[in-house]
């Protein structure tokens, strides 16, 4: 069995620490641009989604440090596409959440059997970004419809 690579495991943990950061800036800004009479439980959720991008960068900043390195200082792209309507921004989320979801897949394929720490917490990360993928999912669903947003190709 090879042994694990330190640095690309780093180079991965940073790229995922950078876009969690992102994360955490993108939900609250999304939060601050919410009108109408569903304002209240969707700010609610956006904040919720602002803290969990928090804990996740933390998560990977802690194993980081684990393994002897340095964590970054700099935070993923922040990209903004000028539409503010619910639909846009759970859109948009959808689409970086997925980033961040491949980077934890290639985490899991490139620590699996290497290292149980590691390939434990990049299940856990995969399972999380999965579930919430799947809760945007269906955010963007019309009521009473089945078929998957993203399936559907809209």
């Known amino acids: 069995m090879a042994e694990l690579n330190r640095n690309h495991v780093v180079d991965l943990l940073n790229r995922i620490l950078e876009a969690e950061l992102a ?22 959720w956006l904040r919720e989604q602002a803290s969990e ?21 700099t935070i993923g792209p922040l990209l903004d596409n000028h539409q503010h309507d619910i639909g846009a ?3 948009e989320s959808l689409e970086t959440e997925g980033r961040a ?5 290639e985490l899991l394929t490139v620590v699996e059997g290497h290292s149980v720490m590691l390939e434990e917490y990049a299940r856990q990360m995969v399972y999380a970004e ?3 993928a799947g809760e945007v999912d269906k ?6 419809e089945l078929e998957t947003f993203q399936s559907g190709a809209r």
């Not at 994360?23 to 304002?39: D, I, K, Q």
């Not at 802690?62 to 970054?72: K, N």
């Not at 979801?101 to 897949?105: E, F, I, M, N």
């Open 89 to 91: 921004i759970m859109r």
């Open 139 to 144: 955010m963007l669903r019309k009521p009473g």
């Open 23 to 44: 994360g955490v800036v993108r939900y609250t800004h999304y939060s601050f641009l919410v009108y109408g009479y569903n304002r209240i439980p969707i700010v609610s």
């Open 101 to 105: 979801l491949a980077l934890y897949k």
């Open 53 to 73: 991008s928090l804990l996740h960068a933390q998560q990977a900043g802690e194993m980081i440090t684990h393994l002897g390195a340095y964590p970054s200082l």
């Open 130 to 132: 999965e579930q919430h």
